[in-house]
């Protein structure tokens, strides 16, 4: 069936420091793929999305590449601020499903200023 | 993007009663949403898909008969752990879709502690 494994945190990092998160899946067909945010306190929201191969998603600094050589789908930001302290979770949609979504299991990142 | 509010955003109960959680869209009709369930430094699992005016959809493993979903309008649908059980505390999240299946927004979540 379909899964996704990303990596565990937490993650610490300094203001201004490179992120990467990374996120692989295993599915069938061709999925959709997504990286949401929870903020705390907060529910999720959608962060970035890439619907096929080779599409790059970005949002508020944030990207990730769908690469279907490698099934990944890793986040990634230039340089992180303490704003950006949240959990991060990456999701495919299976093709076909009618939305439901499957998740890894969050990356807590927290940043220092 | 879509608006989704829950109700309440906490609760905790005795064992063996029954808890409703309310699930809203502000701001769109939504003909299909989810619940999820979070446990603990756990992903999110779905648990059922509900469309409007038709019975839900369960996952496999979750028990339709201790979960009652009903999703009577195109705002609201409800979740009722019935009976609920110290192992039923969790966090109960909800989402619709709103677009396309590709368009889920989400609800903030209801933290259920069963004593």
């Known amino acids: 069936g379909n899964s996704v494994t990303q990596m565990e945190g937490p993650v610490t990092l300094s203001e201004e420091a490179f992120l990467t998160i990374n996120c692989t899946y295993t599915a069938t067909g061709y999925p959709s793929l997504f990286w949401y945010v929870q903020y705390p306190g907060e529910g999720l929201q959608l962060l970035l999305k890439?619907?096929?191969?080779?599409d790059k998603g970005s949002n508020k600094g944030f990207e990730a590449t769908y690469r279907k050589e490698t099934t990944s789908f890793h986040l990634e930001k230039g340089s992180v601020q303490v704003s950006d302290s949240a959990v991060y979770f990456c999701?495919?949609?299976?093709?076909?499903?009618?939305?439901?979504?499957?998740f890894g299991k969050g990356t807590k990142l927290s940043v220092k200023p | 993007g879509a608006v989704v509010s829950q109700h309440p955003s906490w609760v905790i109960c005795k064992s063996g009663t029954s808890v409703k959680i309310e699930c809203r869209s502000l701001?769109?009709?939504?003909?299909?949403m989810f619940w999820y369930r979070q446990f603990p430094k756990q992903s999110l699992m779905l648990m059922a898909t509900?469309?409007?005016?038709?019975?839900?959809?369960?996952e496999q493993g979750v028990e339709k008969d201790k979960f009652l979903i009903n999703h009577a309008s195109l705002t609201l649908s409800t979740l009722t752990v019935t009976s609920a059980h110290p192992e039923d505390s969790s966090f109960y999240i909800c989402?619709?879709?709103?677009?396309?299946?590709?368009?889920?927004?989400f609800g903030p979540g209801t933290r259920l502690t069963v004593l």
């Open positions: 999701a495919l949609r299976g093709g076909g499903s009618q939305g439901n979504l499957i």
């Open positions: 989402s619709i879709l709103a677009g396309g299946p590709n368009e889920q927004f």
């Open positions: 701001d769109f009709q939504a003909t299909t």
């Open positions: 509900s469309n409007e005016g038709s019975k839900a959809t369960y």
């Open positions: 890439a619907t096929k191969a080779d």
